[in-house]
């Protein structure tokens, strides 16, 4: 292979005008993690109700909840991105039609949602997960001192079922900031379609994507050593992670 390894290349400018390449992949891992943060989020707020309503006695709640999880568990992410994205404007109104494919940041937004439904789906699995590994004596000492359902899910299921599940929601999270990298499909300007642009402009495809891999691994290294830490401070004693 006669190909030319030009290193210098993160420092040379780029021709968007924002510095050098070595700033448009800071500036497309900046966007990542913004993204990422954002749609977890999202994903924690859903993922934790569609959960809670998936052990819910009622079964109505529980089939809504069922309904969720498959809907948005088993459609590809790339998919469900270009419905929001591309199919959503076109149903609405023509007036929202137009004001969503106006509206600024629609790829970030468009993502964000997308991505974050999408991952809230498996936190309620987890979080369904967990609450059903509890002794169901917990429910029922919650009964006989009088707290109602919400209370009783509010001041003891939750707290123990979210430190169970921990590990599990960490490996989600270090996923939602990999998925971010499919939103380049969307116009997305994140980590990955920084380093595609990279490699347009100056033909050094080596040197741009393994700068992008090198990011994404230090960036999941501080995300995982960060978890760790916190797993070992909530830790329930004889549960994973616990001393």
């Known amino acids: 292979m006669n190909y030319h390894w030009n290193w210098r290349i993160f420092f040379e400018p780029s021709p968007t005008g924002g510095g050098s390449y070595l700033d ?8 990542t993690l913004e993204c990422a943060i954002a749609a977890w989020i999202v994903a924690l707020v859903c993922g934790s109700l569609i959960g809670v309503l998936r052990t819910l006695p009622s079964r109505g709640a529980q ?11 088993n459609m590809p992410l790339l998919v469900q ?11 609405l109104p023509q007036s929202w039609g137009l004001w969503l494919k106006q509206m600024p940041n629609a790829p970030f937004v468009t993502t964000v949602v997308g991505l974050g439904l999408f991952m809230s789906a498996r936190v309620a699995e987890q979080l369904r997960a967990g609450i059903g590994s509890l002794p169901r004596g ?38 939602t900031i990999k998925n971010t990298s499919v939103a380049i499909t969307i116009g997305l300007m994140e980590l990955t379609a920084e380093a595609r642009a990279m490699q347009e402009f100056s033909f050094q495809v080596f040197e741009a994507f393994t700068a992008a891999t090198l990011l994404y691994l230090l960036v999941n290294l501080v995300v995982v050593t960060a978890m760790r830490l ?9 549960t994973v992670g616990s001393r």
């Open 24 to 31: 448009m992949l800071f500036a497309g891992l900046w966007l």
């Open 63 to 73: 089939a809504f909840g069922s309904a969720y999880v498959e809907l948005f568990r």
């Open 81 to 91: 991105l270009f419905l929001w994205f591309f199919v959503l404007p076109e149903l």
């Open 138 to 175: 917990q429910r029922y000492a919650a009964a006989a001192l009088g707290l109602t359902t919400a209370q009783t899910y509010r001041y003891i299921l939750l707290p123990i079922a979210f430190r169970v599940i921990l590990p599990p929601l960490t490996s989600e999270f270090l996923n």
């Open 230 to 238: 916190l797993e070992r401070m909530v830790a329930l004693p004889g």
